[in-house]
Each structure stands twice: as C-alpha cells, then as structure tokens.
C-alpha cells in the first residue's frame, strides 16, 4: 500500500463517523463500520514496523474530520474556541488509539482490541468527569434519533452505545481482514457473520419490543413552554430592556395558561438583568410574574437568570469563583440561575453546575488564566461562574422537577443525580441561539431524547430561539416548534417515580472500563520497562 492510500483509509474513516453524527448525516448505523478502515491502516502500518508518530499522525487526521463534522458549528460562536475544541478533542481520541496500537503491538491483538474498547470508553467517562470535560461527541451519542433501537440505553447509558460501536467495527474487521488479507473464503466466516448479525440485531430488537410495550403510568401535569425568540447577540444582552424581555415572555404565557396550569417554563436567563439573590423579590420580571400567577395560583413559573451572591470585605476569596467587587470592596459570586417562583413569597433557586468549557469555566484556571479571551460562547453568562454543589430539585405539591440548565442535559449520569432525588419529570431550559441555525442546536434537543430514555423522565424543553417541545419516556418528540420563531405550546407530561438501572447504578460501564483501562496500561508499561531492562 502506498501513503496515497494510507491517507485514503484514514479520511475514509473520518468522513464516515462524520455522517454518523446526528444532523450532520444522521446515518448512525453506519458507526458500526466507521472505524475499520483505520483499523485496516493500523494493521497495515504495524507489519511494515512504522514508528508511533506516523500511527498517532493518521489516527489524527481521522478524529480531526470527525470532530470538525461533528461540531463545525462552534465556528459561529467562537471561530478561535471552535479550533481548539477540534484540536484538542482530536488530541485526546489519537492518543487512545495510539495507546491501542502500542499495547496491540507488545501484548498482542486480542489483548489490544480489548484495550481499545476499555480505554476509548474510560475516556469517554473521563471526558464526563474532568476539568477539560466535553462529551458532546461520545460515540452512543449518535443514535439520539434512532429511539426505537435504543430504549435499553435505560440500562447502560449512552456508553453502552459506544460499546455497542466498538465491539461491532472490531469484529467486521476481523472477518474482512480474513476474507481481504487472508484470503479466505466468506463462507469460512459466516458463523462470525452471522454472530456480528446477531450483536446488532438481538439489542434492536429487544428496544423495539420494549418501545412497543412501554406504557406511561397515568400521572399527569399541565405545562405551558414559553418560547420567547430574542436574538442573543443583538437584543437579549443589548437592544430589547428587561421590561421587553419579560412582557414578550409573559405574553405568550398568557395565551396558553389556565386554572389547571401546573407550571410555565421560560428559557435560560430569560432575565437578562443580573438579580442580586437577597433581594429577588424587588425585580421586575419576579414581581410581574408574581402579577400573573396571582390569577393562576395552581401554577408555578420556571424560569433561568443571571443572579449574584454578595460577600463581606475580606482579604481570602471566600470561593473559588468569587469576584473582587471594586466598588464595595467586598466580593461577589455569579451564576447562571433556575428559579420557581409560585404565589406565595417561595421562591426556590437552583445554580448550574455542568459549565460549558471556557464560557462559564475556566479549566486549570491557575495556568490558562491567558486563554480566557478565546472562550466559546455556547450559552449562558459569559465568565467563571459558582455551581451548586450538587444537583437540586424544585418541589411543589405536584411533585419535584429537575430543572436542567442547558449543557447539564448532556450529562447523563448527572442527570440522574436529580431522579435519584426524587425528581419526576426533568425541565430543560436553554438558550441554542448562539449557534445560529445550524446542526448545534438539534443535536441538543436530540440528547435530550437520550436522558427520556435513560432515566425514563418525561422533559419539557424550553429554548430561547428554538426548538422547544415535550419529550415523552420513550423518547419520542411531541410539539417541536420551529426554530427563530416567537412561540408557546401546552401540553400534559406524566410524572414518573420508578428508577431505571442506569439512573441506580451510573456510568458503571465507564468506571469499569477506566479501573481495566488503567491496569492494561500498567502491564504495559511494566513489559516494556522489562524489555529495556533485558
């Protein structure tokens, strides 16, 4: 094989994950094929004894166009954040490969092909958990629009997906390199044909039989979706005032709420105007909403905004986040804010924890303090914010919601930190108007599919610009608005109390994997210190 075709093999596989991705191409299926090319270029390279940097090169290459397929769409926040993101996320899918390659070669392949499935899905976990976290491209991802073959993701998360994924390429590369290198005949191989067959097919079937059967307890709550459509860059934070913002909101509301409305749903910091936390109630959106469930007492109001907490005068930062106020001396934290208010005087306040990377938190910020002005902007209050502890429910008599802030809703095993709790229905509240109408915003309505099924949670999704629906337990997509469009929807959920085993036991395949990851790597490196050794 020539380097033409080396470069050919490694293109080939990136352009088909690229295509796998959800609305970019949407062919998910096709990931169960879209590594073996750069499996066949592993192998090929491996023979002809090639060094770890022309490996790690091509495996570069294939992550890059995937990456940039997948997540091109950063550009319209951030063209320097898109690049970073690109490289970076690149960076750290070629070194599990090349980690691969190099236990295959010292181990041997049966060994190597196991390290590629625990490694790759340790990272992925690693990739939920750590300062430079962005899951967005975890492979189980992908069938976020394929919810029929999906619903045991109740039992394993989206990493079961990723395993599914993996073990599927490694054996078709198997088999082809028997038929293709080996020169054997396809019928000496129809027994693995026919396992591989089975591995895709007996899950599929499984998820059809229990989407078909899934039947939601009858519980249900009236919830009205508020989709007020204000221009992130030009008016939320600029041209339109607080009073705008908040009439366009209350509004809509207007037209849909009833007596036996339980609750509204604003967007992500659909009050723009920063709310300092003691004194919510002299706000204005907070007293016209009051003004409004006045006339609706059986309803509560969810809604997102920028808030602040005050500190004393003190020389030691009394959090890690707090900000030196200059004019009182003192300091002060920000966050990006849910609030329930109802009729009474309660109103209860949640904080994001799950901070989208450089807009709202800085990783190591000790040493990459410099690179603060590339931040992407994907939502939210630009800078370092606090976070809540630990994921917080809102409760009333109807029950107790998640309120989900945005990004929060790509982390599943966060997610069932709220069900865990209590919560019998999750609220989404976002605003995906920073990327424009671009894939961006529809892969994070379509993850949101994933958390239904996960944790079996009916959603109610308000977004800004777009697009806001109901999610059933199944994962289904009821009352999509259109996007860049002023809109509100009413609709019934069911509250759900049971618990699925994901919601019980996490992200167990990405521990697992990461504790076996981790062993593979030591014996590796112990070998090959003996090797120096000898």
Request: charge should be neutral; proline fraction near 4%.
């Amino acid at each position: 094989m020539h380097r033409l075709n080396y470069f050919g093999l490694a293109i080939l596989s990136g352009l088909m994950l690229g295509i796998s991705w959800p609305e970019t191409g949407s062919l998910a299926p096709l990931l169960f094929f879209s590594f073996v090319p750069l499996l066949f270029l592993e192998n090929e390279l491996s023979k002809r004894n090639n060094n770890s940097k022309t490996i790690f090169g091509y495996a570069y290459l294939t992550f890059l166009i995937f990456n940039t397929f997948s997540t091109w769409w950063i550009w319209y926040a951030s063209p320097v954040g898109m690049i970073l993101a690109e490289v970076l996320n690149s960076l750290f899918m070629s070194t599990i490969f090349l980690w691969f390659h190099n236990i295959k070669k010292r181990l041997g392949s049966s060994r190597g092909f196991i390290s590629l499935i625990v490694l790759w899905i340790g990272f992925e976990w690693l990739h939920y958990n750590w300062d430079l976290s962005h899951p967005w491209s975890t492979m189980g991802n992908a069938f976020a629009n394929y919810t029929k073959l999906i619903q045991w993701y109740e039992f394993t998360g989206a990493l079961g997906g990723s395993l599914w994924i993996l073990v599927v390429n490694i054996l078709v590369f198997k088999v082809l390199q028997n038929i293709i290198l080996n020169k054997e005949k396809i019928t000496s191989q129809k027994f693995r044909l026919l396992f591989i067959l089975l591995i895709i097919a007996i899950p599929s079937l499984i998820s059809y039989q229990i989407y078909s059967d899934y039947k939601e307890t009858e519980n249900p709550i009236e919830v009205v979706i508020t989709q007020p459509n204000i221009d992130p860059y030009k008016d939320k934070f600029g041209r339109m005032t607080e009073e705008q913002q908040v009439d366009r909101i209350l509004s809509l509301a207007k037209q849909k709420t009833t007596s036996t409305t339980s609750y509204i749903v604003a967007p992500e910091t659909a009050l723009p105007r920063g709310c300092v936390e003691n004194d919510l109630h002299e706000s204005y959106g907070i007293i016209q909403i009051k003004n409004l469930l006045a006339q609706f007492p059986k309803a509560k109001f969810i809604i997102g905004a920028n808030t602040y907490i005050d500190y004393p005068k003190s020389d030691k930062k009394p959090t890690e986040t707090a900000r030196p106020d200059e004019q009182s001396g003192g300091w002060y934290d920000v966050f990006n804010t849910g609030l329930q208010i109802n009729s009474s005087n309660e109103i209860q306040i949640y904080h994001k924890s799950k901070l989208v990377l450089g807009v709202e938190k800085l990783p190591f910020a000790s040493l990459l303090s410099p690179l603060e002005k590339y931040a992407i902007n994907l939502g939210g209050t630009m800078g370092s914010l606090g976070t809540e502890v630990e994921a917080k429910n809102f409760s009333s008599n109807d029950g107790q919601i998640a309120p989900v802030i945005c990004y929060e809703s790509i982390y599943g095993d966060y997610v069932t930190d709220y069900v865990k709790k209590g919560a019998n229905a999750i609220f989404i509240i976002t605003n995906d108007g920073w990327w424009e109408d671009t894939p961006g915003y529809k892969q994070h309505l379509d993850y949101g599919r994933l958390r239904a099924i996960e944790t079996r949670r009916s959603i109610a999704r308000s977004a800004n610009t777009g697009i806001s629906c109901f999610i059933n337990q199944r994962g289904d997509v009821l009352q999509a608005t259109k996007w860049w469009e002023q809109d509100v929807i009413s609709g019934k959920i069911n509250l759900n109390d049971k618990i699925t085993a994901y919601t019980k036991y996490g992200d167990y395949l990405g521990r697992l994997s990461a504790f076996i990851g981790v062993l593979i790597l030591l014996w590796n490196i112990t070998l090959k210190y003996k090797s120096k050794v000898v």
